[in-house]
């Protein structure tokens, strides 16, 4: 019974390589490099280009040349970036020895960040459970207001920091962080506008 399971597994085996030595390197490199440019040319239309390159064209292969795709992965990056910034505030607000001044604008950066990650988080909601149809319109109305409102928020967090009263290394750290989420955000809603450009 054991020898008969072993040989149905290395004939498996050996099908599986057959069918893969079949598939044409090239072709799967040609695909991946036309999803690559898909990114490139579509993260020109926003405010930071390189850093929606650098962020996106890591996922090509899921998001080959699908806007959707495109403006749901910046979504999820831009969540995914926001939930951990999100965690490292909390931290760092913990921290001993800080000025009133840092102790309140970082206790104001938390809440607006909490903000920030639910609005994305029912963006990204709205986006994954699109099914099509006549309601696209409202959909993505209320993505964009939901992603715009997270981006005011992120910008309100950063302009707690600013200011020379505000020096030091929480401002530096604080300010990186933040500035980062709201650019990748900024671009999230770029390519969410360009989506719904499609559809208009």
């Excluded at 001993?96 to 960040?113: F, H, N, Q, R």
């Excluded at 200011?163 to 989420?181: D, E, Q, S, Y």
Aim: hydrophobic share 40%; net charge neutral; with cysteine.
């Amino acid at each position: 019974m054991e020898g008969s399971s072993s040989k149905t597994f290395m004939t498996s085996l050996f099908m599986l390589l057959a069918i893969s030595s079949c598939i044409d390197p090239s072709f799967a490199a040609s695909a991946n490099q036309l999803s690559t440019e898909f990114i490139r040319t579509s993260c020109r239309s926003t405010t930071y280009p390189r850093l929606c390159f650098s962020s996106l064209s890591v996922h090509a292969n899921s998001i080959q040349t699908s806007p959707q795709l495109l403006a749901s992965t910046a979504l999820n990056v831009t969540l995914f970036s926001a939930q951990s910034t999100s965690t490292a505030m909390v931290r760092i607000s913990r921290t001993k020895g800080m000025s009133p001044k840092v102790v309140s604008a970082m206790k104001d950066c938390v809440e607006e960040l909490i903000d920030s990650v639910d609005e994305l988080r029912k963006s990204m909601g709205e986006m994954n459970n699109f099914k099509g149809g006549s309601n696209f319109q409202l959909m993505i109305n209320d993505i964009q207001t939901w992603v715009s409102a997270a981006l005011t928020d992120d910008s309100t967090c950063s302009d707690g920091f600013a200011g020379n009263a505000m020096n030091g290394n929480v401002k530096t750290l604080v300010r990186g962080r933040i500035v980062n989420v709201a650019q990748l955000t900024s671009n999230a809603l770029a390519l969410i506008n360009q989506y719904a450009s499609l559809h208009g």
